[in-house]
Nanobody
């Protein structure tokens, strides 16, 4: 059973930074893809950025140039560095994981993931 756990959310002012962390465990396939999604009440969960095991990535246009994804030394650890935060970045952020490689264009498609964390709240005030 794959388990996904996020941490690192919080509250910041516009222009501030936050770093989210995610750890996936309980799988045997080393070629695991991981991604960050976010959701606000009343709206669908949207993809933020995803990464394959070979470090190919796909970023949502809304975060390009501001957010950076990185893996830890262990392939099952993922970080999201969020800079120049805006009020519209306020959301619950979820980490997702799934064994296997996919075409990078699909890395931020939520249907491509079966394993999800419970989320961590990010709030950006103006």
């Amino acid at each position: 059973q794959v388990q996904v756990v996020e941490s690192g959310g919080g509250s910041v002012q516009t222009g501030g930074s936050l770093r989210l962390s995610c750890t996936a465990s309980g799988y045997s396939n080393s070629r695991i893809r991981m991604a960050w999604f976010r959701q606000v009440p009343g709206k669908p969960r949207e993809g933020v950025v995803g990464v394959n095991a070979d470090d190919t990535t796909n970023y949502a246009d809304s975060v390009k140039g501001r957010f950076t994804i990185a893996r830890g030394n262990a392939q099952n650890t993922l970080y999201l560095q969020m800079n120049s935060l805006k009020p519209e970045d306020t959301a619950m952020y979820y980490c997702a994981a799934q064994p296997g490689w996919i075409v990078p264009a699909f890395l931020i498609n939520r249907a491509m993931y079966n394993y999800w964390g419970r989320g961590t709240q990010v709030t950006v005030s103006s």
